[in-house]
């Protein structure tokens, strides 16, 4: 009975063990991802029907190949919101969490010789940060387009382009 006993409490310490460092590696991947960035970090562009527009300076990055990637983050209005859940509702994809929808962080590609970008993910969020729902796409950039002349991001990427 002795030996049996010794074998469980050395498993018992290896899966404490192996707990106590996932938790430490999570923790650790929670604090350093660009997606959970301090607040302080959002920078406001402007406001329309949607909401209100910030971009993550911090997180602005260009390649050799002069493409540049960067964060936006869009606090939704009350009646994009509507609009939102009903396109939820209609796609089939709606779930009650939805119903605590408040903002957006989505991540943009975007080719500064053509002023072509692409959506390369988005997460959506409650107010309380919980994540509600995300989308990745894969990155071909054939498919990318231009953004609607004088919307927001429109005028976000040609001031970011003029600087890199």
Not at 17 to 27: Q, Y
Not at 129 to 134: F, R, S
Not at 139 to 161: A, H, V
Request: charged fraction near 25%; include cysteine; glycine fraction near 4%.
């Amino acid at each position: 009975m002795y030996f049996k006993d010794l074998l469980t409490f050395r498993e018992d310490q290896k899966l404490k063990h192996a707990v106590t460092i996932v938790l430490f590696v999570l923790v650790l991947c929670f604090c350093v991802s660009p997606i959970n960035a301090a607040t302080e970090n959002w920078t406001y562009i402007d406001t329309d029907r949607s909401g209100k527009w910030y971009y993550d300076k911090e997180s602005l990055a260009g390649t050799r190949t002069g493409i540049v990637v960067f964060w936006v983050k869009i606090v939704y209005s009350k009646e994009r919101l509507r609009e939102l859940l009903y396109e939820e509702k209609a796609n089939g994809t709606y779930k009650k969490s939805h119903d605590s929808w408040d903002y957006s962080l989505s991540n943009y590609a975007c080719e500064c010789d053509r002023l072509k970008c692409g959506l390369q993910g988005s997460i959506a969020y409650s107010a309380s940060g919980d994540v509600l729902h995300t989308f990745s796409a894969p990155p071909i950039t054939e498919k990318w387009e231009k953004f609607r002349p004088g919307s927001i991001l429109d005028k976000l990427i040609n001031d970011i382009c003029k600087t890199k």
